[in-house]
């Protein structure tokens, strides 16, 4: 059974850059049949998938995000990284990291609050 760990700083001001990790255990991140992904959840709102990568496919990212957002990974170490740049207020959220084996699987990890404050 995978386990997911995410890690951030927790409170980031407006137009900076916010680095998370998602640690892994429980799994090898090189398995070509996962879809390693990060996924969050605004206050009072739903949902929101940002993005994945998967050793098959790549990355691959929601258009809305796209353009501020980058995942990558560290197989050796079994850590997942997700970059967002010019950070926004809408920005503010609860930051989850996934794991996908389709039709088998799912794990995800307890999240790690984002504050977007000055």
């Known amino acids: 059974q995978v386990q997911l760990q995410e890690s951030g700083p927790g409170l980031v001001e407006p137009s900076q850059t916010l680095s998370l990790t998602c640690d892994v255990s429980?799994?090898?991140?090189?398995?070509?049949?996962?879809?390693w992904n990060w996924i969050r959840q605004p206050p009072g709102k739903g949902l929101e998938w940002i993005g994945y990568?998967?050793?098959?496919?790549?990355?691959f990212y929601s258009p809305s995000l796209k353009s501020r957002m980058s995942i990558s990974r560290d197989n050796s170490k079994k850590t997942m990284y997700l970059q967002m740049n010019n950070l926004k207020a809408e920005d503010t959220a609860v930051y989850y990291c996934?794991?996908?084996?389709?039709?088998?699987?799912?794990?995800w990890g307890q999240g790690t609050q984002v504050n977007v404050s000055s």
């Open positions: 996934n794991s996908i084996r389709p039709v088998a699987a799912e794990s």
């Open positions: 429980g799994g090898s991140m090189s398995n070509n049949k996962y879809f």
């Open positions: 990568i998967s050793s098959t496919y790549g990355t």
